[in-house]
């Protein structure tokens, strides 16, 4: 189904010199899932869920198709743009636009800067979306218990994989992409952690960064082929979670709360890098003793990989103890201020 912006409380049509409120939530809404995309560990799909705009989200992307493509090829551009509820996608993509930038310039200094506070942040938006999402099942059954329990545990496990050594061919890049954007509508699943997991994440971000701040191509085939992937992932995976999503409802949001309970693994404060990637070998390799100092985390070629989970009182640095309770709790008020915006509706079962 395709939704109207105006039956979903999102009108955005506005009178002239006068800014329509839904668009400028929609925008927002957008800027925090692409913040939310490049940071390992930080789902958007959550984010789109718990501000109330998933479903629309799931159907734009599923009215993609071949009939989309043939109305563009023979001009029926107002029918595409109303299949795909143009006005939406426009303001979220504008918004996703503005937060990846803002995500790959300024989140990641501070994520390699202040990594235990920010770290804390995410936590606390994380922890305060699991109850959120769980409180949206309607009923309660084995089966969902079961899907959510399993799903958290297998988070849990995919968070201690080691990182495979990636490749920058184009089949490559084009597989990671369909695989890595499958988070931007599957809440609990950082796609940059996929990347992480792909070896790929040294890659693809680096290679945004420098097209954005030197347009040099060499870093467009990259961009590229990887984007390329992506389209394919969204294509196909839109429409198997769509599917699962309409039809059991529950046992759907019971499995994608586990999956973001395991994801807490991923985003603890206090981790001890244990294994980094030499970026001037591309080799995996441990830390050294003489390492393992606050620079790590933001050395020119050195990238953490794998590390242990402390206690503030067992870290190997300043842990900032303080400050990260009270980013967790700023965290945990965002996201219930984000959930006010617009409650989800609740799926219609009779579908």
Same mark, same amino acid.
């Given at each position: 189904?395709?939704?109207?912006?105006?039956?979903?409380?999102?009108?955005?049509?506005?009178?002239?010199?006068?800014?329509?409120? /839904? +668009? *400028?939530?929609?925008? @927002?809404?957008?800027? &925090?899932?692409?913040?939310?995309?490049? !940071?390992? #560990?930080?789902?958007?799909?959550?984010?789109?869920?718990?501000?109330?705009?998933?479903?629309?989200?799931?159907?734009?992307?599923?009215?993609?198709?071949?009939?989309?493509?043939?109305?563009?090829?023979?001009?029926?551009?107002?029918?595409?743009?109303?299949?795909?509820?143009?006005?939406?996608?426009?303001?979220?993509?504008?918004?996703?636009?503005?937060?990846?930038?803002?995500?790959?310039?300024?989140?990641?200094?501070?994520?390699?800067?202040?990594?235990?506070?920010?770290?804390?942040?995410?936590?606390?938006?994380?922890? /305060? +979306? *699991?109850?959120?999402? @769980?409180?949206?099942? &309607?009923?309660?059954?084995?089966?969902? !218990?079961? #899907?959510?329990?399993?799903?958290?545990?297998?988070?849990g496990y995919i968070c201690f994989l080691q990182p495979v050594q990636a490749s920058d061919s184009p089949v490559y890049l084009i597989i990671a992409g369909s695989i890595a954007i499958s988070?931007?509508?599957?809440?609990?699943?950082?796609?940059?952690?996929?990347?992480?997991?792909?070896?790929?994440?040294?890659?693809?971000?680096?290679?945004?960064?420098?097209?954005?701040?030197?347009?040099?191509?060499?870093?467009?085939?990259?961009?590229?082929?990887?984007?390329?992937?992506?389209?394919?992932?969204?294509?196909?995976?839109?429409?198997?979670?769509?599917?699962?999503?309409?039809?059991?409802?529950? !046992?759907?949001?019971?499995?994608?709360?586990?999956?973001?309970?395991?994801?807490?693994?991923?985003?603890?404060?206090?981790?001890?890098?244990?294994?980094?990637?030499?970026?001037?070998?591309?080799?995996?390799?441990?830390?050294?003793?003489?390492?393992?100092?606050?620079?790590?985390?933001?050395?020119?070629?050195?990238?953490?990989?794998?590390?242990?989970?402390?206690?503030?009182?067992?870290?190997?640095?300043?842990?900032?103890?303080?400050?990260?309770?009270?980013?967790?709790?700023?965290?945990?008020?965002?996201?219930?201020?984000?959930?006010?915006?617009?409650?989800?509706?609740?799926?219609?079962?009779?579908?």
């Amino acid at each position: 189904m395709n939704s109207n912006l105006k039956e979903e409380g999102y009108s955005v049509e506005s009178t002239p010199g006068n800014t329509n409120p /839904a +668009s *400028i939530g929609l925008i @927002l809404r957008g800027l &925090s899932m692409g913040i939310a995309e490049v !940071i390992p #560990g930080v789902s958007g799909g959550t984010l789109a869920f718990i501000t109330g705009i998933y479903e629309q989200l799931l159907d734009s992307i599923k009215a993609v198709d071949f009939t989309l493509i043939k109305k563009i090829f023979t001009g029926q551009f107002k029918s595409a743009w109303e299949q795909v509820n143009g006005k939406f996608l426009m303001y979220l993509l504008i918004g996703m636009f503005i937060g990846v930038i803002i995500g790959v310039f300024g989140v990641t200094y501070l994520l390699n800067q202040y990594p235990e506070v920010l770290w804390s942040l995410f936590f606390g938006c994380i922890l /305060a +979306s *699991i109850p959120y999402m @769980l409180s949206q099942i &309607s009923k309660v059954s084995l089966p969902a !218990i079961a #899907g959510f329990l399993i799903a958290a545990v297998l988070a849990g496990y995919i968070c201690f994989l080691q990182p495979v050594q990636a490749s920058d061919s184009p089949v490559y890049l084009i597989i990671a992409g369909s695989i890595a954007i499958s988070a931007l509508i599957l809440p609990g699943v950082s796609g940059s952690f996929i990347l992480v997991l792909l070896g790929l994440y040294t890659t693809v971000i680096p290679s945004i960064k420098g097209f954005l701040t030197t347009f040099d191509f060499k870093y467009f085939s990259i961009m590229f082929f990887f984007g390329l992937g992506c389209l394919i992932g969204l294509a196909a995976f839109s429409r198997i979670l769509s599917y699962v999503f309409k039809r059991f409802t529950d !046992i759907t949001l019971a499995v994608l709360s586990g999956f973001m309970l395991g994801s807490l693994v991923k985003v603890w404060p206090w981790r001890t890098p244990t294994r980094v990637l030499d970026e001037t070998t591309g080799a995996f390799r441990g830390v050294k003793p003489e390492e393992l100092t606050r620079e790590i985390f933001h050395h020119p070629t050195l990238k953490v990989v794998t590390e242990r989970f402390d206690l503030p009182s067992a870290y190997f640095s300043d842990s900032y103890t303080l400050l990260c309770v009270i980013a967790s709790l700023v965290g945990i008020g965002g996201i219930y201020l984000l959930s006010r915006i617009q409650k989800p509706k609740k799926q219609d079962r009779s579908k």
